[in-house]
């Protein structure tokens, strides 16, 4: 089939111009599947002759394994396998996906004796039913040669290295314009301060879940995953087989967050056992062993130097970093990117360190980089406007800047100016009375109002979708990308009934399943702006196909029945994207299940979303608690693909953001590693009671260098920016300053002289 390549550098002008219909919104077009449960998702599935897994897991947190008895397993009435060991043959590591792997860490359990961190499994049991399985892991029991852990930034043996030296790739150096030390030093206004935050896990509602099946030699696996590709490529190396052999399928994913963007330690032993038994496993990873299983936000901490004139404008940040690591994988960090470009400062210096801990590789969970480093920096800038006299936001306004300081090159968009304005009037900032303390509520609270931007790179990927027009008129979608309920298939359906003129009932999406179209990562917010750049060549192609002109309604039903009764074979095309500057290869990269994102710099242009986010707290003033009364965001994102699911999308990343400045904290356990409050009863997310009015607004202005759709991603710059404009609103309640998340109601009553000890 051909598969023309469409590059997005040319703006499709159409698209540009005012259009009632284009700004119209669809409802999720899959929201009836989820709630009614139809929806399926990975675990839902039950091939005949299904057998249950469960894993077994390490107590403790490093060492070697000396003798595993798994007499008692096996005894329980029901067991099939209790394996404890995997041969190389059989299984090999898949390799870590930082140097060309497809894992999530390098350390692929049950290959060997050596234990690197808490809950690291040590025997897959499987059984004739759930129940079986797990009464039989409970009954495994290993002895261990222990070591102590490190699990902390300040434990004696965790191990600190430089990331540029330790990482010499570009992708992985500091960012530095100019001489920042210098010009620090120079400045009249200065601030310097650190900021910290814990460790914490993503908690989707959909547990990670696995179905493996072997039909022939031919393996399916039901996985949530926002990375098919990866699972299919990654389990063909660590079975030693041909990919084309292996099927990934994700039609849905019950929440991502960067929790599924790799191949999971237990997929490939599940594959195993399942061709040892000759039967379907499923294995759903309990939620105590996701915390220990996966990847998670690791402790980060920040000092920012920030330099001033004394009109606010700022003249100068250096931002020094250290993020916690696994002690066998280097997980790199990308603090610095983002604050160097959220205002125009001319001096930049960053410099990220990672330090070496006994846990599990973290990774990605949304904004991994951007939610600390922009709480550290906009915490910091509106400490700038409270020494300076400055309005925080009039400082913002006055630093912004429509050129990349880091490039010289400007931005494609960006209207984080409009954002503030906008959000400043929505929300009545006029109203706020500067002082801290100055303003109450009727019941007494403090009052308190804060403001903060947030960045996050507009990021895009090599995409493909094919289109099929159905005999009924309708059209069926197969792109690159994973729908993890951030909207994916409805951004898709409207793209395709806008573009047509059809309803978006007549558009079927599938996505996620490496048996269509290959499969690319979708994380870093770049899954709309990859996938749709496809979809909207797709149908260029589908136009030529059907003789139709390049603009305006087709009427799909009437050439479907022509089609057919000329007896020529449906209309099928395929169109491959790829974001500006990338060449051939990264097709090359997408169908071998390897990530390729492109951005933020782009060949003569840098690419950003953008936000802007205005908190009102209530503090009580005798028990401290904080609530978040109201949040005004007000989004640049470029052109808006789905009304509907974007501002979903917003709400959910404040609310999440609500979470991660006040509640949300991993614990870990100095003594014996792992993490003590691993489940949802004392890992405290925000509840509905938590959250009250959320306000969400959207530039929607189309960026005109990304893509023909001029669509930037919305996800993760959600959350940017939300953690310190609550801190910012606390303070201006309370007048305290508070420099590590989460800040808990102890952190609040607190007194400056006798701060209660945060263990981050
Ligand atoms: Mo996202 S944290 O890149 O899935």
Known sequence: MSAPTHRDSAPDARLHAPDARAATPIPRVDAYEKVTGAARYSADRTPPGLAHAMLAVATVGRGRVTHVETAAARAVAGVLLVLTRFEEHELRPAGYRLSGGYGFQTLQPLLDDRIAYRGQPIALVVAETLVAATEAAALVEARYAAEPVAVTLDAPGAETVGQAAALPQPMFADTAVGDADAAFARSPVRFDGEFGI???????????????????????????????????????????????????????????????????????PLAVAARRLGRPVKLVVPRTQTFHGSTFRPASRHRIRLGADR??????????????????????????????????????????????????????????????????????????????????????????TGTDPVTGRPFSS????????????????????????????????????????????????????????????????????????????????????????????????????????????????????????????????????????DEGPVDTVAAAAELAAAG????????????????????????????????????????????????????????????????????????????????????????????????????????????????????????????????????????????????KGCGEVALVGVAPAIANAIHHATGRRHRSLPIRVEDVLAREDGMIANSW
């Open 198 to 268: 814990s460790a914490q896990h993503q908690v989707p509602m959909e547990l990670l879940g696995t179905v493996a099946e072997w039909r022939g030699d031919d393996l399916v696996v039901h996985e949530c995953t926002q990375n098919s590709g990866a699972v299919q490529h990654g389990l063909a190396r660590q079975l030693g087989i041909d990919p084309a052999r292996v099927r990934v399928v994700s039609p849905q994913v019950g929440g991502g967050f960067g929790q599924k963007t790799w191949l999971q330690s237990h997929v490939g």
């Open 568 to 711: 020529r074979p449906e209309a099928v095309v395929e169109a491959l994207s790829l974001p500006p500057g990338q060449s051939a290869q990264a097709a090359d990269r997408l169908r071998a299940g390897l990530p390729t994102p492109a951005g933020p710099e782009y060949p003569g242009f840098s690419a950003f979303s953008f936000i802007a986010h205005f908190v009102e707290v209530r503090v009580e003033p005798a028990i401290g608690r904080v609530r978040v009364e109201r949040v005004v965001s007000v989004v640049d994102c470029g052109r808006v693909a789905s009304p509907v699911t974007a501002a979903g999308q917003i709400r959910g990343g404040v609310v999440w953001g609500i979470g991660a400045a006040l509640r949300e904290r991993s614990e870990p356990d100095p003594r014996f590693g792992g993490f003590l409050n691993a489940d949802l009863a004392e890992y405290v997310v925000p509840v509905n009671a938590d959250v009250r009015r959320i306000d969400v607004d959207f530039i929607d202005a189309p960026d005109p260098l990304v893509n023909a759709l001029g669509v």
């Open 414 to 549: 960006r209207h984080l100016a409009a954002c503030l304005r906008r959000g400043a009037e929505r929300f009545g900032w006029a109203a706020r009375t500067p002082r801290p303390g100055s303003m109450r509520a009727a019941d007494g609270a403090l009052v308190g109002w804060g403001v903060a931007a947030g960045a996050y790179r507009a990021s895009a990927g090599p995409a493909v979708a094919r289109l099929r027009l159905a005999a009924d008129g309708g059209i069926a979608v197969e792109a690159s990308g994973h729908e993890m309920g951030q909207g994916l298939r409805t951004a898709v359906a409207r793209t395709v009934a806008l573009d047509l003129g059809i309803a978006a009932e007549s558009v079927r999406v599938g996505v996620g399943d490496t048996g269509g179209v290959p499969q690319h990562l979708t994380a870093g917010s770049w899954g709309t702006a990859t996938a749709l750049p496809a979809v909207h060549a797709a149908l260029r192609e589908l136009r030529v196909r059907l003789g139709a002109p």
């Open 311 to 400: 009109s606010g404008r700022l003249t100068a940040a250096v931002h020094e970093t250290r993020q916690q690591t696994s002690r066998h994988d280097l997980f790199a960090s990308d603090f610095t990117s983002v604050t160097a470009r959220m205002y125009g400062i001319a001096d930049f210096r960053g410099h990220q360190r990672l330090t070496r801990t006994d846990v599990q590789t973290p990774g990605f969970m949304r904004a991994p980089f951007e939610h600390a480093a922009v709480f550290a920096l906009e915490s910091a800038v509106d400490e700038i406007a409270c020494a300076t006299g400055r309005d925080p936001v009039a400082l913002r306004l006055a630093n912004d």
